[in-house]
């Protein structure tokens, strides 16, 4: 349902060019992301965290039901929107790769030809393909001398948290286990992010196995440690899980690993940058790539899950420590969140009881309604081409007497909904005119729907099917709450320790960290400053 709210936001963030940043807020604003975090992990493991998310939930404000809120959950489009505001719609960043209509090419969202690498890493990337500014573009508008700097494993989470015109985005190279950026940020690495790539982080600190952090008892009221339905790692589905000699550049990143050398890339930012420390207020970026890995290959209610996200516990509080003796109590703030859930793995929902829940592979099926509508079409009309694909339209056909949208999307919806699997069909007709009536999950495709980067039409699969012709791991990618809903704390605004039931949603986040600092942004963002946190 279209908020009625979104008016009154128009107008309170309509906010002149010449605003100044609120000098009592703290001067450090860190926005950690942690890819394929569920909101349900903040809560399920809470009793077992002693650490930074302890720390979170006991002295933060906590939304315990904050959703994305829109259909296309992956890992490009859930930054784009923390980091700007607004949703694909909006931004452009419709999935991880998407299909231009005007020419029919297929485009990574973060793509950039002219993009060149630096000392041999990277390049290629940077957020051109973003269309609008972000959370990073309105501080250093009013506050030329802010420096934003993005941090990920991901060249795509980097990219698209820092906005426009960051300082820098940095993410990891896989071929050389350094960190890396593009020509469109930077000439050269600066000094400290050389040093860190010189400092052979990886041979110091990866072990040569993934053990548990905690005693066994601890995991297994949790659930078994071998689930069927999780991908073996050398073999074995259950720990401990070695790490072969000469992979460790392409392993860290399955293992709580990668997230320290992250957190110690953020340091070395911090320390490099100075970030908070210079007079102005600095932005710093975090995404925390290694949940989706691991997530996507055991599930995520595996002990592999658990364990990273202890670990991460763990991790988190020696961050948040480190940063109060080098800044001070009170010298910044942190808001947590994340892009994206995970559907569980079916095996474990079947074993819990969920009968719904199954893992088929219906693409043949889908593919062949598309061609048995487009053949009747071709034949009872006389064309010559193909008019119908799977997601795609030729528009050119409504030129032809007798054919018109409707009767195209009736027949298509018809043999669609036909199809094992296909729980409903959403066409451009019904995304882009607000008078169709609504029906479930239809304004979460509007949110994904974008004219020129979108298909033509969406198709929604049941709950709790894994749509994959793989026999193991999981992914996400629906508008179903365990693909959407995702943790949303702020920590060290001032506010008291509070916890929110309502339904927020993650273009909140930058509205509110704005909104919290007084910093002009555009008057269309479809997020809102959140009340508990400008109270």
Not at 185 to 201: D, K, T
Not at 248 to 270: H, K
Not at 354 to 372: G, T
Not at 469 to 483: A, V
Request: charged share 20%.
């Amino acid at each position: 349902m279209i908020r009625v709210l979104v008016i009154i936001v128009f107008l309170f963030f309509d906010a002149p060019s010449t605003a100044e940043v609120n000098p009592s807020r703290p001067r450090l604003i860190i926005i950690l992301s942690i890819d394929q975090m569920r909101a349900d992990h903040l809560v399920r493991y809470a009793p077992l965290y002693e650490h930074g998310f302890a720390r979170l939930l006991r002295e933060g404000v906590h939304f315990k039901t904050a959703d994305i809120n829109y259909a296309g959950s992956s890992t490009g489009p859930g930054h784009a929107t923390l980091g700007t505001g607004t949703y694909p719609w909006k931004n452009g960043i419709v999935s991880n790769n998407y299909r231009e209509r005007a020419s029919g090419k297929r485009v990574y969202c973060v793509a950039d030809s002219m993009a060149e690498p630096i000392e041999g890493d990277g390049g290629k990337m940077s957020p051109r393909n973003l269309l609008v500014t972000g959370l990073g573009d309105w501080l250093k508008t009013a506050s030329p001398g802010s420096r934003v700097i993005s941090i990920s494993y991901k060249d795509r989470a980097a990219i698209l948290m820092g906005g426009k015109h960051p300082d820098a985005a940095y993410w990891y190279d896989r071929r050389s286990g350094r960190m890396s950026s593009s020509s469109y940020y930077l000439a050269a690495l600066p000094a400290w992010m050389q040093a860190f790539n010189a400092s052979g982080w990886i041979s110091k600190n990866l072990p040569p196995v993934w053990t548990k952090l905690l005693s066994d008892s601890i995991y297994t009221p949790f659930g078994p440690d071998d689930m069927p339905g999780e991908a073996p790692w050398g073999g074995s589905r259950s720990f401990p899980h070695g790490i072969e000699p000469g992979r460790e550049i392409g392993l860290l990143f399955s293992t709580p690993w990668g997230n320290d050398f992250l957190f110690d890339v953020a340091r070395a930012a911090i320390r490099g940058e100075q970030l908070g420390k210079r007079g102005t207020v600095d932005l710093l970026w975090l995404s925390l790539s290694t949940t989706d890995n691991i997530g996507s290959t055991f599930g995520p209610d595996s002990h592999e899950m658990m364990d990273n996200l202890l670990r991460i516990d763990v991790a988190l509080g020696r961050f948040l420590s480190d940063l109060e003796l080098s800044h001070g109590a009170g010298g910044f703030i942190l808001a947590l969140s994340g892009d994206h859930g995970v559907l569980p793995l079916p095996e474990h929902e079947r074993m819990s009881g969920n009968q719904a829940a199954r893992r088929f592979n219906n693409r043949n099926s889908v593919e062949r309604a598309v061609k048995d509508v487009d053949s009747i079409l071709r034949h009872d009309f006389g064309i010559g081409y193909r008019v119908i694909r799977v997601g795609r339209i030729d528009s050119s056909v409504f030129c032809i007497p007798g054919i018109t949208g409707p009767m195209i999307e009736g027949r298509l919806r018809a043999a669609l909904l036909a199809v094992d699997g296909v729980a409903d069909v959403y066409f451009r007709t019904e995304l882009t005119d607000p008078s169709v009536r609504d029906r479930p999950y239809l304004q979460k495709y509007r949110h994904s729907y974008h004219p020129e980067r979108s298909p033509d039409y969406f198709i929604r699969d049941c709950e709790y099917c894994l749509i994959s012709p793989d026999s193991i791991g999981t992914s996400h990618g629906t508008p179903y709450d365990y693909d959407t809903k995702v943790p949303l704390v702020f920590w060290g605004t001032g506010r008291a320790p509070l916890v929110v039931e309502r339904t927020v949603h993650t273009v909140d986040l930058a509205a509110t960290v704005a909104a919290f600092y007084n910093l002009p942004t555009p008057g269309n963002l479809d997020g809102i400053a959140l009340k508990e946190i400008m109270n």
